[in-house]
């Protein structure tokens, strides 16, 4: 969409619809800041007069910490966050990991204490719900990612929902080179031809041709979301009880996953292989196995940052994190899977494992695999 149509919701505070907040920003990335969204709340933008300067100390300025996760959900753990707040911290991103909505009444509260702005990333929960409410509506901002792995896609890119007009329209700004033609906002009117670059801003549009796509694969969400339910539920019957060397994903009260992501988590103490080992092996049986992720810090740009001294390594460092990603594994989930793809899978991890452990678990596969 080269300009986005504002979808306002019809009354003030109705309940949020399916990753609805009351504006939608339609971005040509789903990543999250420093772009659009710290952009947004202020963080940088505002007045034609000394936007560069202002950009410029906002890139200085911003600083990143990392928090670290809980051992059960892999999500954000609220306590570590209050751990790492200090006077400079502007704003929470809690990253819905898998599907699974992170605790967000704690963080709300955190953030109501510390007046910050809770930027929700949900690349991975459009249609996941936190305590029956539909992620996108409940907080600042909210960031879905429409990246062709995702639930949707529009080939890339994705939307905002935002619950501020404010934000809303700063957002705008920033997504299309900071530009204002509607004639009530602009600073004088020279005519018809007459628009005003009003703020620092880039391309973040949308493309038409990308919005019809992500129109229509809308329509089929709730489909792809029952059908990626209907997977997990069947992983999670075949390994829960008959295989002690695995834990399925733990799933909280208060969440209803989307199921991006369906994450084994191997009990390494049980078992003779490596992950890694175990790894090549289920790849070896052929299944698309995968590891998510490698904590962000580790990779090498995060490194750099360290290495130059401006970070404090306190700030990074995340032991939960790491335990954590030395014994996961992610199993293929996604809604075209026919129930033999997943019977393959789940025949595939019992072997696997029955190698890893030295002992034949054939005989515990789950009658309707065998
Ligand atoms: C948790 C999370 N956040 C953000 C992104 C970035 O999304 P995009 O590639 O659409 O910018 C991804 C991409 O996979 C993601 O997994």
């Not at 049980?270 to 995968?290: M, T």
């Amino acid at each position: 969409m080269r300009r986005s149509k504002k979808f306002k919701s019809p009354s003030p505070h109705p309940p949020p619809t399916r990753g609805g907040g009351d504006y939608i920003d339609p971005q040509e990335e789903g990543s999250l800041p420093p772009s659009p969204s710290l952009k947004g709340r202020g963080m940088g933008g505002g007045s034609i007069k000394g936007f560069f300067e202002r950009f410029y100390k906002v890139k200085k300025t911003l600083s990143l910490v990392f928090v670290d996760i809980d051992p059960k959900t892999y999500n954000i753990s609220p306590e570590e966050i209050e751990k790492r707040i200090t006077p400079q911290t502007k704003a929470i991103i809690p990253v819905h990991f898998t599907g699974q909505p992170c605790d967000l009444d704690p963080i709300h509260k955190i953030a109501c204490r510390h007046n910050l702005m809770i930027i929700e990333d949900a690349a991975h929960a459009l249609g996941a719900a936190y305590k029956g409410r539909p992620v996108g509506g409940l907080s600042d901002l909210t960031i879905f990612s429409f990246h062709p792995v995702k639930h949707i896609t529009t080939g890339e890119g994705g939307i905002v929902t935002i619950n501020n007009k404010e934000l809303y329209q700063r957002l705008l700004l920033f997504r299309n080179h900071g530009i204002v033609r509607e004639r009530e906002l602009l600073m004088e009117d020279q005519g018809p031809w007459y628009y005003e670059v009003q703020d620092l801003g880039y391309n973040y549009r949308l493309t038409d041709i990308q919005a019809v796509l992500g129109l229509s694969q809308l329509k089929k969400l709730d489909r792809f979301l029952a059908r990626r339910r209907q997977i997990a539920a069947m992983y999670n019957e075949a390994f829960t009880n008959n295989l002690p060397e695995v834990e399925v994903p733990y799933q909280a009260p208060y969440a209803d996953s989307s199921w991006h992501l369906y994450i084994l988590t191997l009990r390494l103490d049980r078992l003779q292989k490596s992950r890694r080992e175990i790894f090549a092996a289920l790849r070896a049986e052929n299944i698309g196995v995968h590891v998510h992720y490698l904590p962000v810090y580790r990779h090498p740009f995060y490194r750099r940052l360290l290495d130059s001294g401006s970070f404090n390594p306190k700030d990074f460092f995340c032991p939960n994190a790491e335990e954590i990603y030395q014994k996961i594994i992610t199993l293929s989930l996604f809604p075209a899977m026919t129930d033999q793809d997943v019977a393959d899978v789940i025949t595939a991890v019992y072997k696997v494992i029955s190698w890893a452990t030295g002992v034949a678990n054939f005989k515990k596969l789950p009658a309707r695999i065998r």
